[in-house]
């Protein structure tokens, strides 16, 4: 196979720089559609015409219709916003930014008393919010949860698109229960969320504590996370998730996210040790890309770097396991812990992780601490519950002391591992059906003892080799990450 070429991942990061020039708003204005201004200078009894503009984004969402555009001016909002009324097929009702200008919704003067949002949008659809910094949400009460944007309810056809979502944090302990999102998704309807797009957004310096920094849980049937960056944030970057815990009473049948993709986004630098005085000083347990009880989401083309971990199809759930998911062209590197995680937590949950795809994926030198149970978690990690995965047609790169791909129990039936492409400095070492056990440090006793890798190959190379890949992948990054 030559699919892992390193043009294929010089391409990979040049599209993603590509890809920011698309994301310029555009104005077009349909038949009987208006546009109404907001301006900090504005006042609510004006028309919301550019000379007369509102100076509440409420008040022109109040007097928007289907197909209708809320355009803000630059200057800083300090207000929450709320979505009053859904737009109609080919009829979005759009708030976005003034062309060229920065309009920043900042809750540095909203005092956080429960689940509370910047921007809320309940049981809409046919909206979209454009061009926004959202912001400076902070709470240091128990059990509260500041949320730069929060979608519930049911909807269709949603656009979250182009904003910069940061300072969003919760200041208390884990045991005041301290959690936030940048972006709270539940569909908590009988009636999925659907059509959800979230693209050329960025997230980053938030504190959300046991929560993730975009979440997708619940009811949700079909969704788009692309073209985004999130990073500087103390734990896992986006879940797509079954809603046992944050929609508790949903069918059974339809409460768990499904039908999306994950593409062509920047994860890095999403970490505990962000915060080693919440979580202390070892703990290493974000995962920047992560399906939790989800199912039937592609994830493709992203880069993972100095996280936690980088992408897990793992499940917390007794009810959902992770599911016929694809994870196939991205690239992770440096990662304290496991480059990919498949399973449950070991002696916490029984769902696992079943029929999903590990392919063409690069990964490089991660494991550089220990995992918690003091033992080498992998550049491909299986724990608990696997059944019926593939995992073929990856390169993967071992860092100094690790390990290529580590098995933990005897659980689990049906995986294939083959035609992987190994690379390694010095010893090469395998661990399987065991958490702490001696490595296997020969390919071929390896293959045996596993039967696995019938197929696949490995080679030794120079520590000059592994340097000029690294940094023929650090030049081909964005320069503005």
Known sequence: MKFY??????????????AGKTFAATF?????????YVSVNGSDTNVGSISAPFQTINAALRKAEPGDQVVVRGGTYHQQVKFPKSGKPGKTISLQNYPKEKPVIDGSKIEVTGWQALVTLSNMSWVSIDGFDICNLHSAMVNTDPQGIAIYGSGQHIAVKNCNIYNIKNTTTLAQGRSGHAILVIGSSDTPISNLSITGCTVHDTQTGTSENV?????IDGFIFRNNKVYDTENIGVIVAGGDGLNPKGAIATNYARNGVISDNIFHHNSMTKTPETWGADRYGAISIYVCGGANTL???NIVYESDRGIGLVSESNIYPTRTTTVRNNLVYNCYRAGIYLGDYLNYTISGTKNCSIM???LFQNNRVLGAFGEIEGE??????????VIKYNRVYAGPADVLVHKYTSSGSDNL??????????????IWNSTNGSPITDFQVWKKSSGQDANSTLKIVSSKFYANLLKKWKRSLPSKI
Do not use: P
Not at 215 to 219: I, K, V
Not at 380 to 389: F, K, M, P, Q, V
């Open 5 to 18: 070429c390193f043009l294929d991942l010089f391409l990979l990061a040049q599209a993603l720089v590509c």
């Open 28 to 36: 077009q204005i349909k038949n009987n559609a208006h546009k109404y």
């Open 215 to 219: 979440t997708l849980a619940g009811n």
């Open 299 to 301: 994830i493709e083309r």
């Open 360 to 362: 063409n994926n690069s």
């Open 380 to 389: 491909i990690r299986l724990t608990e519950h696997c059944d019926s995965n």
């Open 417 to 430: 591992i083959d035609h992987n492409r190994y690379f390694s400095m010095e010893k090469s070492q395998w």
